[in-house]
């Protein structure tokens, strides 16, 4: 928009037509008439009801003529609406110096009381509208929460009972100095001046005294209006006013469409404003003083807010917007601040709700330093042209609050006032877990807040990997205790310094009660994330926090959670059909980050250097293979996979056994039962579509002298079926079949296999293998078995498990603040998936990943076999009795020697008597759960953006909403057991299983024959992966079963982020149920023919890692 002409007044009627053939008006439009007869300036009748600015008639008044008084009227914005000239950057720059120099003389200011208050300022928590009404705007978003500062003051009397106009600045953000907004606001809807050149009037006059303010009083009506709007006397409370920004802001909003923004704070609770001038005040304005007979202190108004404060716990404001949708006819006028915009047609709308939780000591109170220059780039204050400009008025305004912004509090608190606080601070043990940064604490009680303390200038070099310091540090008392705020202040890394932090938790102890409060933390502190609020370590449901200030506190930390931990796709994307990335269908929800680096740091690894220290040891042990000979030569015998192992991994007494017996067709059963992928096995109903048999084929097998069908009834009949693989994608020069393989339970009670076919169809040419068949026949059936067993293994079971997990643990990230309980019990299981599957995809699952060098499915396979799994996966499947029946094998009688069944079922029983007794430890009742606002959003997030419906599947089964403990306790003990026994079961066997190839081979490299009598050791050896092939999958086993040094067990939490008694006795009676079941394992184990050891519970890591 362009600036009006010169001769253009902004008291006379404008009319466009607008784009709907209607008349529009400028918001500040209005007739000569019209003002006279309000007796104010346009839309200036003041909303509430009793009270009326009387000024235009005292000027009228003064003046006596009505030509006078229009003169006056006529000429009170002329200078405004000059185009600026040749000189005007020099008289703006200059214009400024002198204004400066004439406040910097403090000639306004009346002298300072001793030990009174100049200004009262809080701190709490700003909360957008989480429906807004107005435009959509980026730093705006709905629900968003900001810490945030206000402070109160006078503009020029230090005497509260004064005549004076009010301020209240709002700082979105808890710093002392800059920030992304500050608001400066003061009573009055309008302000004195409309320019810097009115404000250099302005100040000059009053620099005069009395006698100066009445004579600019008189000179413009508008100057008279704005005072009497402005200025209250003998207030009741700071509460109890309405503060107006004056200064309209570009607001550019989402659209991009060009807006003008005024914002204004006023109380949440509707009390209408105090201190409003009488007529007769009026008449006299310029008389500052208290009347005579008012005895209150001088600072009354500060001490009046804090008691308010103390006394509700919170003081709450509503900030809104009223916004302008600024069009080519406009007159400059609109950035008048003198002039009011019509609130019928630009209504103030709710912004946010801004809540106070705690009050700052005065000291800390004077040195909060507030700008109009912090603000975000989309909401900008309008550059002026001239200090002629309407534009120019936001300048002064800030030159106004600067006056008394710089003025010091005399108060000093007398030293009963202070306690001393022992702060201990515990670092972490975790490698680069100490830092050299300066770190900050501030201490937030039901009595205020204390002033920011550096702890490092109390001790040398207190945050130390492990190390344990206390420090001692002198404040006010804050009452009860109820956050802390930890800011690391990062130095320049490049000089050396370690930036990052990982705080294992604060204890606090008051010398003077011995009041001792524990603090968990356990999280890293970066240059990204150098700031935290912490609670009290006792676990608490969010609708049972007992202040607004930490309820507010938990969602700030939920809200920081979901910034950093976003969904690579929502159900939004899918609803819309835009789905950021095609290879994200049909698979669960996941982290939008990509890249292992990029990772928040407290979802990475504790350290790299173990990981890549095994790595290059790898990388050595791999050049040891060119002296032999070429990497991708096939190898010439079994012993040559025997000697693979020996020169260049490590053997142990489980894989000499599995060396010796792999051919044995008891050792085929007993892997299918308690090797590396025990829940592929499935009781057989009846005989699979697909597997056309007779008697004679199998009869032999069969010693208990029944038919196939009274075998099948009695239970002793199961299967291994990999129809999966159908229609997957095979890596180049690589085979793998879909066999279905039928076992037996003989009446020696093992499990043999007894027929398998290696394809999926029903055609009855094919062949069906059977231990009648020649021995290399047999045996290679069995291997190609195997050949498909490693691929869903390794892709359905060990890999779709960690993707099952990582929307568990996003949605907890985003949901639930570290003060809730459950986040406090599952977090420890569910620290590290997020890396796992980070990693995982990028080095497994993309091209040219390290599956592409072994895997028969690689090269796009394996991922169409991720997604095949997913369509079909429900959440039920985690609960371990219920997939044991479902695949009918929960019967011991039927199945012995099932020793992964027997584990897991004591390991669950002790796990849900756990999750059981820590539940009701929190939730009293069902109506407690349904309460649980953050299980609630847990819950909705996972059931909607987790486990996502894509088109096609089926119905993933996590519920949308938790309504009872059992539900709850269900899916408590399916998270926690997935996450350590589950995945101990399907990982740690895979070496010693998977060390000698031959045994779980990853790939063959010759197609199977389908007839019998073919095969031969040479094409056995032919089919058998390569040298490089074998020693990339024996790699790739060899670290995964591989255990970090530093890993800890299920039952046990060095985290301690329970702090209460209660919990510390339900861990140990789950501790010495696990104790006891350990104990049954080993005495089984003295008796087991190959003993089962990946479900000792001294051997479970307590989650993924």
């Known amino acids: ?456 200038k109390y001790v040398k070099n207190p945050f130390a990997i492990g190390k344990v310091d206390a420090m001692a540090i002198k404040d006010r008392h804050v009452g009860k205790i109820l956050t802390i705020q930890i800011t690391v202040i990062n130095h320049d890394t490049q000089l050396g310094f370690k930036t990052d932090w990982f705080l294992n938790r604060v204890v606090i102890t008051r010398l003077d009660s011995s009041d001792t409060y524990v603090f968990p933390c356990y999280r890293w502190f970066t240059l990204k994330n150098s700031r935290a609020i912490l609670a009290c370590g006792k676990a608490t449901l969010p609708h049972m926090e007992e202040t607004r200030h930490i309820s507010l506190a938990r969602q700030l930390e939920v809200q920081c959670r979901r910034q950093a931990y976003e969904w690579a796709c929502t159900k939004v994307d899918i609803d819309i059909d835009q789905i950021p990335d095609p290879k994200f269908i049909n698979l669960p929800g996941r982290i939008r980050t990509e890249d292992y680096k990029l990772l928040p740091r407290d979802a990475q690894f504790p350290s790299e250097r173990g990981f890549q220290q095994l790595v290059q040891t790898l990388k050595s042990r791999y050049a040891n293979l060119r002296p032999v000979g070429p990497p991708w030569e096939t190898l010439k015998t079994i012993d040559d996979f025997k000697q693979l192992i020996t020169g260049m991994f490590e053997t142990n007494d489980f894989i000499n056994y599995v060396i010796q017996n792999w051919e044995d067709d008891e050792e085929f059963g007993r892997q299918c039962l308690n090797g590396p992928n025990p829940t592929q096995i499935r009781r057989v109903e009846s005989l699979p579509y697909n597997f056309p048999i007779t008697e004679d084929m199998i009869v032999a097998s069969l010693d208990r002298g029944l038919s196939l069908s009274e075998e099948i009834k009695a239970g002793h009949v199961y299967v291994l079926s990999y129809h999966e693989l159908a229609e997957i994608s095979r890596h180049v020069d690589c085979y793998v079949t879909e066999p279905t393989c039928l076992l037996y339970v003989n009446s020696a009670g093992n499990l043999v296999p007894i027929a398998i076919r290696l394809y999926d169809t029903p055609d009855v040419t094919e062949a069906t293998w059977t231990p009648r068949d020649r021995g290399l026949d047999w045996l290679h059936a069995k291997m190609c078995v195997r050949v498909a067993d490693y691929q869903l293994h390794q892709i359905t079971g060990r890999i779709m498990t960690n993707m099952i997990l990582e929307p568990v643990a996003m949605a907890l990230l985003r949901n639930f603040s570290s003060a809730h309980p459950l986040y406090k019990l599952m977090m420890p299981h569910l620290r590290y998936v997020i890396a796992v599957n980070t990693v995982t995809r990028a080095n497994a699952l993309q091209q040219s990943g390290i599956y592409d060098e072994f895997l028969a499915i690689a090269g796009g396979g394996h991922v169409e076999l991720l997604k095949k799994a997913y369509r079909k996966f429900t959440f039920k499947i985690l609960n371990l009795p219920v997939d044991l029946d479902t695949r009918g094998v929960a019967d011991n009688d039927a199945l012995p020697n099932y020793y992964y069944r027997d584990d897991s079922l004591m390991l669950w029983k002790a796990v849900s008597d756990f999750a059981d007794k820590m539940v009701h430890l929190y939730y009293s009742t069902d109506q407690d759960v349904q309460d649980d606002q953050e299980l609630l959003d847990w819950t909705r997030d996972l059931h909607t953006n987790g486990y996502i419906g894509w088109a096609g599947n089926i119905d993933h089964g996590f519920p949308a909403k938790i309504t009872t403990h059992g539900d709850l306790i269900e899916v408590v003990t399916c998270i926690i057991f997935t996450a350590s026994c589950q995945q101990a079961a399907i990982t740690y066997g895979q070496y010693d299983y998977g060390a000698f190839v031959p045994n779980m081979p990853p790939t063959m490299n010759q197609e199977p024959p389908r007839e019998k009598g073919r095969t031969t050791m040479q094409s056995v050896m032919a089919s058998l992966p390569t040298k490089k092939q074998a020693w990339h999958a024996m790699a790739t086993v060899f670290m995964i079963s591989s255990r970090s040094g530093n890993e800890v067990v299920l039952g046990n939490y060095p985290d301690r982020h329970f702090t209460e008694c209660e919990v510390d006795e339900i861990v140990n009676t789950f501790q010495q149920q696990l104790k006891n079941i350990s104990e049954s394992i080993h005495e089984r184990n003295k008796l087991a023919k190959v003993p089962y050891e990946y479900l000792l519970p001294e051997r479970l890591p307590n989650g993924v890692a």
């Open 1 to 456: 928009m362009g600036d009006s002409d010169a001769d253009e007044s902004p008291t006379t009627v404008a009319v466009s037509e607008g784009e709907d053939g209607q008349e529009d008006q400028s918001p500040g439009e209005m007739s000569q008439q019209e003002q006279l007869s309000c007796e104010g300036p346009p839309f200036g009748e003041y909303p509430g009801e009793g009270w009326k600015n009387v000024a235009y008639s005292i000027v009228g008044t003064e003046v006596r003529t009505k030509t006078e008084f229009e003169k006056r009227l006529n000429k009170q914005f002329q200078s405004a609406l000059a185009e600026p000239g040749f000189f005007s950057g020099i008289r703006h720059s200059w214009k400024d110096t002198k204004l400066n120099n004439l406040f910097g003389l403090r000639s306004l200011k009346t002298p300072k009381a001793d030990n009174s208050l100049w200004s009262v300022a809080a701190s709490g928590f700003a909360v957008i509208n989480q429906n807004p009404a107005f435009p959509n705007h980026s730093f705006f978003p709905a629900g968003k929460i900001f810490q945030c500062r206000l402070r109160h003051s006078n503009q020029f009397s230090n005497d509260d009972a004064s005549s004076d106009v009010r301020y209240a600045a709002l700082k979105l953000c808890d710093d002392d100095e800059g920030g992304p907004f500050d608001l400066i606001m003061s009573t009055g809807r309008v302000a004195p001046f409309f320019n810097l050149s009115g404000l250099e009037r302005f100040a000059e006059a009053a620099s005069r005294g009395e006698e100066g303010k009445r004579k600019w009083l008189f000179e413009s009506p508008i100057n008279y209006w704005a005072c009497v709007d402005g200025e209250r006397k003998s207030p009741t409370s700071y509460y109890a006013q309405h503060y107006y920004s004056k200064a309209g802001y570009n607001f550019l909003a989402n659209d991009g469409r060009y807006r003008l923004a005024k914002f204004r704070l006023i109380p949440a609770d509707g009390t209408g404003e105090s201190g409003l001038l009488s007529e007769e005040q009026q008449k006299e304005i310029w008389l500052r003083k208290r009347d005579q007979e008012d005895k209150r202190l001088l600072d009354y108004l500060k001490h009046e807010y804090v008691e308010r404060l103390r006394h509700h716990g919170t003081i709450q404001w509503k900030l809104q917007i009223q916004y302008h949708e600024v069009k080519d006819y406009d007159f400059s006028s609109i950035y008048n601040v003198c002039e009011l915009w019509n609130v019928d047609t630009h209504d103030w709308l709710d912004l946010a709700d801004v809540t106070l939780t705690a009050d700052f000591d005065p000291v800390s109170a004077e040195q909060i330093r507030f700008d109009l220059a912090n603000h975000p780039t989309n909401i900008n204050l309008p550059e002026p042209k001239s200090i002629d400009d309407f534009k120019s008025a936001w300048e002064g305004l800030m030159m106004m609050y600067n006056l008394q912004q710089k003025e010091k509090s005399t108060v000093q608190l007398e030293e009963k006032e202070f306690v001393h606080y022992v702060v201990t601070t515990e670092t972490g043990k975790l490698p680069d877990a100490g830092t050299n940064s300066s770190v900050f604490l501030t201490i937030t009680g039901t009595k205020g807040r204390t002033g920011s303390h550096e702890l490092n």
